[in-house]
């Protein structure tokens, strides 16, 4: 099977009852990939060749819906650092410190699931000791994210 379109996210529109899913569980880097070879839970190969300049992936969207079945993304929880800085000071020293590592962040506010003002990034130990020598407060979770993380392009 060729997929070549998303049919939509079982987030923001449930399937219909009685759908048979079957379930294909990437690792959050494989989002940002248009052209991949994937097998669901049900050993069936899928390929996926989305057209240039599509959005990435996303968990929840549908890969194929065909009458009551359906192929629906899951992907794998990151571990990640929530890190919930007490100040905006402490956020920026900490923000301009990893961004001087190039390490990509997501940032949330009170109203996400978080449930606080907090910088996103990728379980590193260096950036926990980090953490942990000037002592700004953060969690160490496995967390599905809303978008992949990047690697930045840049120049000096």
């Known amino acids: 099977m060729l997929i070549t379109q998303i049919q939509g996210n079982v987030h923001d529109e449930p399937l ?36 240039a300049g599509a959005a990435d992936l996303r968990d929840g969207d549908i890969l194929s819906l065909d009458g009551h079945n359906a192929i629906v993304l899951k992907v794998e929880a990151s571990d990640v650092l929530v890190i919930r800085a007490r100040t905006i000071h402490e956020m920026a020293v900490v923000a301009h410190t990893l961004g ?39 969690e160490r979770i496995d967390r599905v994210m809303p978008v992949p993380f990047r690697h930045s392009e840049h120049t000096h």
């Open 100 to 138: 001087n590592r190039h390490l990509q962040a997501q940032f949330f506010d009170a109203d996400s699931e978080y449930g606080a003002d907090v910088m996103v990034v990728q379980y590193d130990h260096t950036v926990q000791a980090y953490l942990d020598s000037i002592g700004v407060p953060y």
């Open 16 to 51: 219909p009852d009685g759908t048979h899913v079957e379930t294909i569980t990437v690792p959050s880097a494989q989002l940002v990939k248009r052209i991949q070879r994937l097998r669901t839970d049900h050993d069936n190969e899928v390929g996926l060749r989305l057209p």
